[in-house]
């Protein structure tokens, strides 16, 4: 109708923009250093890696511990699952709720090693955390043990971490 300067506006608009945009490659500005310096937006949130998020201090039992002292690691860790070692410490194995449930009849009679799920679901923490939610998602289950080298566990991921960084 002419009485808003909207030709002005939307010029200056596009002249911030296009010197945002040179400023960008001319400072070699990556999605890296959107993550560093902008953690908080979607795209921050896009980019975080699985180590950002994960605790550096996986629950994780010997195979030959008998499964009162794992059910008390459980229920200790608050993640619902243990990570079992072997006796050299790589990571053989998981005991979730649904170990448990399996072998509810006598579970006290047995140990670890008896009632984990070989061969869990890992990630390496160099993932993105993207990846690992897909991940949680697909398999339908609450936690990836990260490891590195395939058996050495270094970390727990748990989908509630990355929903609350906005990972989604």
Not at 106 to 129: N, Q, S, W
Not at 131 to 155: F, H, P, S, Y
Request: aromatic content about 2%; proline content about 5%; overall charge neutral.
């Amino acid at each position: 109708t002419g009485i808003v300067p909207t030709t002005s506006t939307t010029m200056t608009l596009a002249l911030g923009d296009a010197m945002a945009i040179a400023l960008m490659e001319h400072r070699a500005f990556t999605p890296e250093h959107f993550r560093l310096f902008h953690p908080g937006g979607k795209l921050g949130a896009r980019l975080l890696r699985v180590r950002d998020l994960m605790h550096r201090d996986p629950p994780l039992v010997p195979e030959t511990l008998i499964m009162g002292e794992v059910l008390v690691e459980i229920t200790r860790r608050g993640f619902g699952v243990v990570g079992v070692t072997d006796a050299s410490g790589r990571l053989s194995g998981i005991i979730t709720d649904g170990d448990l449930r399996r072998h509810l009849d006598g579970l006290m009679t047995f140990r670890a090693g008896e009632v984990m799920t070989k061969g869990p679901r890992t990630i390496p923490p160099d993932a993105l955390a993207g990846e690992a939610l897909a991940l949680m998602n697909d398999r339908k289950i609450t936690c990836l043990l990260v490891t590195q080298n395939t058996t050495e566990a270094v970390g727990i991921l748990h989908v509630h971490d990355c929903l609350r960084a906005g990972v989604a």
